[in-house]
Each structure stands twice: as structure tokens, then as C-alpha cells.
């Protein structure tokens, strides 16, 4: 069946550094979504990349769209304690969403 | 913003009873909900995809006979876990698909399931 991975698992960074966040899938996806799930909140919708090569930018959040669209990136430049949560990679597989194990990320002011 | 809603918020059961947790699109018709199961720290994992006005479709694994979904109305979902047992306890999340927003789940807050 489909896969989704994610790495790191976890990433703990000071407060002001970057960090990525990488997703991949074992079969091409029909499209990818990124969700932000605070400690204790519920996943909350961040963006959907559709198209081969897609780069698209929310703020400080950059998130890619691999050439053969089996993997994505999210990338947050000069991190903030708000950005603490784990994000979740999901890959749509015709109309199925599966989603990847997420990435922990923790923020050190 | 679309608002999914989930109640009740946690529950406590007891080995053998059934529980029911009912998920809303409140200001949007959903005809596609999805329920989700996640453990502490763990990722989602998708139970079912719940199709108002049609059976449910259960990913493979998941009891439907024991996780019984209805979706009888195209801002309600619900979901019965019958016969609770404690490795029933979990986070259990649902999701909603709004009209004209593509693909974007939209959750609802989860409710918390402990059986004993």
C-alpha cells in the first residue's frame, strides 16, 4: 500500500534558527498537503501543493513540490516559539489521503 | 473559517458499552467526512471515509461493525465504538471536506476515548 514517510522525527531548534522538515512517498501522489498540529490541538490545514516543481511561500514557511511529485518539503526560516507543534506531510493517492508520521518540532527560546 | 465541530470532547466508558462521538460542519454541508484515530505522539490513520446518504468506506483493518459510522445528514457524522474495550482508547478525530476548498481537510477539535 501507499507510504508516507516524514524526517526527522524529531528537530529541536533555538529560537531564531531554520528548520525543514522532508516527506516522501513510495508512489506518485496525486497532490500534497501540510497540516500544523499544536500539543494538544487538532491538525490545522497549512497548504496543498498540485503541480510537479511547485514552490509555494506562506510568510516564513516555504514549501516544495518534488519534479516527480513522490516528495515535499517544508522549510521555516528563523523560527519562533509559535511555530512549536508537529507538522504533518499527507499524500492524496487518487482520493485517499494518508498521512505521514509528522515531525516533532520544538522551539528553544 | 470553516468550523467542524466534535462532541463530547472526552468520554469514559466502560468495558462492553457503546459510545457514540458526533462530528458537525457547522456553517458549511459536508458530504464527505473522514474519521481519523491517533495514538499519543503517533500520526493520523485513517478509519473510514464517511459519504452522506451512503455506506461508509472502511480502510482496511478497521472493524465496520464495530466502529459503526452514519452519516445521515450533510452536517452530521457519527461514529459508534460498540462493545468498548480498553485498546479502544484513543484520540479519535474527524474531518470534513467544505464545498469549493478543493481537497482541505477541515478538523474538528478529536474527543478523547478512555474505556475501563
Known amino acids: 500500500g501507499q507510504q508516507v514517510m516524514q524526517i526527522p522525527q524529531y528537530q529541536h531548534v533555538q529560537e531564531g534558527e531554520d528548520f525543514t522538515t522532508y516527506c516522501n512517498s513510495s508512489?506518485?501522489?496525486?497532490?500534497i498537503q501540510w497540516y500544523k498540529q499544536r500539543p494538544g490541538g487538532h491538525p490545522v490545514f497549512l497548504i496543498q501543493?498540485?503541480?510537479?516543481?511547485e514552490v509555494k511561500k506562506q510568510k516564513r514557511l516555504t514549501f516544495q513540490f518534488g519534479e516527480a511529485k513522490k516528495n515535499s518539503s517544508l522549510h521555516i526560516t528563523a523560527t519562533q516559539t509559535t511555530d512549536v507543534g508537529t507538522y504533518f506531510c499527507?499524500?492524496?493517492?487518487?482520493?485517499?489521503?494518508?498521512f505521514g508520521p509528522g515531525t516533532r518540532l520544538s522551539v528553544l527560546p | 473559517g470553516a468550523v467542524v465541530s466534535q462532541h463530547p470532547s472526552w468520554v469514559i466508558c466502560k468495558s462492553g458499552t457503546s459510545v457514540k462521538i458526533e462530528c458537525r460542519s457547522l456553517?458549511?454541508?459536508?458530504?464527505?467526512m473522514f474519521w481519523y484515530r491517533q495514538f499519543p505522539k503517533q500520526s493520523l490513520m485513517l478509519m473510514a471515509t464517511?459519504?452522506?446518504?451512503?455506506?461508509?468506506?472502511?480502510e482496511q483493518g478497521v472493524e465496520k461493525d464495530k466502529f459503526l459510522i452514519n452519516h445521515a445528514s450533510l452536517t452530521l457524522s457519527t461514529l459508534t465504538v460498540t462493545s468498548a474495550h480498553p485498546e479502544d482508547s484513543s484520540f479519535y478525530i474527524c474531518?470534513?471536506?467544505?464545498?469549493?476548498?478543493?481537497?482541505?481537510?477541515?478538523f474538528g477539535p478529536g474527543t478523547r476515548l478512555t474505556v475501563t
Open positions: 474531518s470534513a471536506l467544505r464545498p469549493g476548498s478543493g481537497n482541505e481537510q477541515y
Open positions: 508512489t506518485t501522489l496525486s497532490n
Open positions: 501543493l498540485v503541480k510537479s516543481g
Open positions: 499527507a499524500g492524496l493517492y487518487g482520493q485517499n489521503f494518508v
Open positions: 456553517d458549511f454541508q459536508a458530504t464527505t
Open positions: 464517511s459519504n452522506e446518504g451512503s455506506k461508509a468506506t472502511y
